[in-house]
């Protein structure tokens, strides 16, 4: 897939003011953010209009980090594991 947005969110416990302005969205891009993986589902149909199952996301993210802090800029690779266990209910007329 490809994406017209490039965000990222960080949170740190860290009162380092230096790591908080380094983790700043604004000092660095992400550039060739690729995914992959594999989800798993099942539902059980309780009658002809709803169903309720869950599933179970697996998605291995990889990417390169330009950060521009001053006074260079660093490029970075980067992977991370998203995992993600989900309620699904479904209703159709």
Partial sequence: GYSFVNTVDVTTSS???F????????SFEI???YFYGVTLMSAYKFNETFSLGGSFLYNRHSMTLDYITPPE???ENSS??????NLIASWSL
């Fill in 15 to 17: 009162n380092s003011q």
């Fill in 19 to 26: 790591v908080k302005r380094s983790l700043d969205k604004t």
């Fill in 31 to 33: 550039k060739n953010h």
């Fill in 73 to 75: 800029t660093i490029q």
């Fill in 80 to 85: 991370f594991n998203e995992y993600s266990a």
